[in-house]
């Protein structure tokens, strides 16, 4: 069965520190998104990508956050500097329909910013 | 804006009792529902969603959840659970016409108990 995998499955980062994370999304799915789990709290949308463009993006999502799709099967997450409260489990969906009915999530990056 | 409130952080139950996760959610919109599941060091896994019709929907591994427009919930019920039942549980809405953003609600931690 088809799925979506992520790398690496955890990341230890120094503050300031550029991070990439990665994603692979099932092969015929077209919308993307990113989310993230900061321990003990609830999963939080990030952004969502369609088209080689941004769909939306949350609050949490600002200039220091940045997606791109590189490639026809890679989707990349980039955190430009990163700070203790990046810290946090990042997952990446992909899903075929445009609703989002039905996204498959990757096993998820830990982390952690020192 | 929407939220979505899971009632008990953790719920211990016994092997082949029955269980209920409880789910209440606030939206101004329709909204799809979602029950997503977690094992250790796994991704989140759709485990059922209601997006029209019959209010009672079955999932996969013997779930099944009941969505109440008046009462705003979707709590999620199983007969009765097995040992490999153990882990969080996430309920989740996307809003009408939004995009596809999954909201969570924190999580529910089932504890299967010989």
């Known amino acids: 069965e088809p799925e979506v995998t992520q790398t690496p499955s955890h990341q230890v980062t120094q503050m300031g520190q550029e991070v990439i994370l990665r994603c692979v999304p099932i092969?015929?799915?077209?919308?993307f998104y990113w989310y993230r789990q900061i321990l003990g709290q609830k999963v939080e949308f990030l952004v969502s990508f369609y088209n080689n463009e941004i769909s939306e993006k949350s609050e949490i999502f600002d200039d220091q956050f940045s997606v791109e799709r590189p490639d026809g099967s890679n989707f990349t997450l980039k955190i430009r500097s990163t700070k203790l409260e990046d810290s946090a489990m990042y997952f990446c969906a992909s899903s075929t329909s445009s609703g989002g009915r039905e996204q498959y999530f990757g096993p998820g990056t830990r982390l952690t910013v020192t | 804006a929407q939220s979505v409130t899971q009632l008990d952080s953790q719920v211990p139950v016994f092997e082949e009792a029955p269980v209920e996760l409880r789910c209440n959610y606030s939206s101004s919109v329709s909204v799809y529902l979602f029950w997503y599941v977690q094992y250790p060091n796994q991704g989140l896994q759709l485990l059922l969603k209601y997006l029209s019709g019959s209010t009672l929907v079955k999932g996969i591994n013997g779930f099944e959840a009941e969505f109440n427009k008046s009462q705003t919930s979707f709590h999620l019920r199983k007969p009765s659970v097995h040992i490999s039942d153990t882990a969080e549980y996430f309920c989740a809405v996307i809003p009408y016409n939004q995009g596809g953003k999954l909201i969570f609600g924190q999580g529910t931690e089932l504890s299967v108990k010989p």
């Open positions: 092969s015929n799915h077209l919308y």
